[in-house]
C-alpha cells in the first residue's frame, strides 16, 4: 500500500508559481515511479507529468513544457511539481499517482498508476 497527500495549492494569479508536493509513505518511495495528472472542472484528468523512480527520467505535457518542472526528493519521500508562469486554463485539481512499472509512454495514462492522493486544488485568476 502507498499513501500521497498532495500540497501546496492555492489561489495565484496569471503569471505566478506555486510548488506543489507529494508526501508519500506505506512502500518504498525510490521503488516507483510518480506521476502528476489533473483535473478541470467538467473536464476528463489529464496527464502532466512524470518522473522515474530515480529521478533521472522525466516526460511532460506539451501544455506545460518549459513551465512546469517534476522532480523528487527520495531521502525525504516527496515528490514536487513546481508550476511558473501559470495560466488560468492550469486551473484544476492536481493528483500525484504512483506507478510500479518501468517508464514508457504508457505513464501518460491513468490506468498505469496504482495509488493516487485525494488532489489539491490550484486556481489562477486572470
Known amino acids: 500500500q502507498v499513501q500521497l497527500v498532495e500540497s501546496g495549492g492555492g489561489l495565484v494569479q496569471a503569471g505566478g508559481s506555486l510548488r506543489l508536493s507529494c508526501a508519500a509513505s506505506g512502500h518504498t518511495f525510490s521503488s516507483y515511479g510518480m506521476g502528476w495528472f489533473r483535473q478541470a472542472p467538467g473536464k476528463d484528468r489529464e496527464f502532466v507529468a512524470v518522473?522515474?523512480?530515480?529521478?533521472?527520467?522525466?516526460y511532460y505535457a506539451d501544455s506545460v513544457k518549459g513551465r512546469f518542472t517534476i522532480s523528487r526528493n527520495n531521502a525525504k519521500n516527496t515528490g514536487y511539481l513546481q508550476m511558473n508562469s501559470l495560466k488560468p486554463e492550469d486551473t484544476a485539481v492536481y493528483y500525484c499517482?504512483?506507478?510500479?512499472?518501468?517508464?514508457?509512454?504508457?505513464?501518460?495514462?491513468?490506468?498505469?498508476?496504482?495509488?493516487w492522493g485525494q488532489g489539491t486544488q490550484v486556481t489562477v485568476s486572470s
Open positions: 518522473i522515474s523512480w530515480s529521478g533521472g527520467s522525466t
Open positions: 499517482a504512483a506507478d510500479f512499472n518501468p517508464l514508457t509512454e504508457r505513464a501518460t495514462m491513468e490506468e498505469a498508476y496504482d495509488y
